[in-house]
């Protein structure tokens, strides 16, 4: 089964890929279709703007289209920076330059709590399907670890002891807000196919 992602974010289309394994889908990417319009994401909230990329990309192609909007929601900054995350601090900022950001808004703060959520949507010929996932961690101080991106080395999970930025992929993919809203989305893809 072919799948377009809505994304230019190769860090994404690898950590998706690469939760696949040995099923029958194939990610197809907006690089490979050459589609190069901006998608204008004005929703409120994590599925309106994964709502509209997908809803958008199937429209014009008419191929099954996945879309995610995910970001980082700290407590002591009101939720922020939330739908805003990749655009934090302008369009161009370095990921490095906005975790010093982030530290920086914090400094002196005692309140470190932060999620991470995923919203996907899956718009198809034949229906709408949308999921929202969490992480859940604290922000420390100073970046650590080389793995993952955008705020994963300042993000540190308790149960691992480690930041997001530390851990392997496997083990990102399995605790992830995105790897948990993409297992739950390829085993509602596969149990549909097994009854279809």
């Known amino acids: 089964m072919k799948i377009l992602l809505a994304t230019y974010n190769k860090h994404k289309l690898h950590e998706l890929q690469s939760l696949i394994g040995n099923a029958d889908i194939e990610l197809v990417s907006l690089d490979d279709l050459g589609f190069n319009d901006e998608i204008i994401e004005d929703g409120n909230s994590f599925i309106e703007n994964a709502l509209i990329k ?105 149960l691992f002891g480690k930041t997001l930025g530390e851990i392997s992929l496997k083990e990102k993919n399995e605790i992830s807000h995105r790897g948990q809203a993409f297992i739950e989305f390829k085993r509602h893809i596969e149990n549909k196919n097994s009854i279809d």
Do not use: M, W
Not at 72 to 100: M, V, W, Y
Not at 127 to 156: A, R, S, V
């Open 54 to 158: 997908a809803e958008t990309i199937f429209n014009k192609y008419k191929i099954p289209t996945l879309a995610d909007d995910s970001g980082i929601c700290i407590d002591a900054l009101g939720g922020k920076p939330g739908i805003h995350s990749a655009r934090f601090a302008g369009e161009n900022t370095d990921p490095q330059s906005k975790n010093e950001i982030i530290i920086d808004l914090l400094k002196g703060n005692p309140n470190r709590k932060a999620h991470y959520t995923c919203a996907l949507a899956y718009v198809s010929k034949n229906e709408k399907f949308i999921i929202e996932k969490y992480c859940h961690g604290t922000i420390i101080e100073k970046e650590i670890g080389l793995n993952g991106f955008g705020y994963d080395p300042i993000f540190y999970l308790a």
